[in-house]
């Protein structure tokens, strides 16, 4: 999907891209930062098409919201999931995983992120004779 065509899915800014612990060209825009009520961070991630993070856990758990495009999700030991518009995605404590793009589609969701930035745990990289073989 060209990133033309994700128009009637795009809510939130592009952002800034991001530099550290991703593969290819990922944009971040935070949406929510406030430490109360909640203790959690929201932020809107675009991913271009081959772009993926890092392998990576969440100390406290993480929730994905796809909001267009077509993407990977993947824990370690498992097959990769396909994600699209709508689907939600519950990532427990300490699991490890990456997400990221398809290599054809742009893709955006929505991270909600418990705790702070140091409960997330950055590992290496999904390289590409592994993503490209998915
Ligand atoms: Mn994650």
Redesign the pocket.
Known sequence: MAYEELSQSIVFPLGKKVEANFIGDAYLQMVFTDPTPLNAAIGNITFAPGAR?NW???KIG?V?LVTGGEGWYQEEGKAARLLKQGDVVN?PPDVK???GATKDSWFVHL?V?AGTSQD?IWLSPVEDDWYNNL
Request: glycine residues 0%; hydrophobic residues 40%; without cysteine.
């Open positions: 993070n990576h856990f969440h993480q994905l990532i995983h990456w997400h991270a992120t997330t």
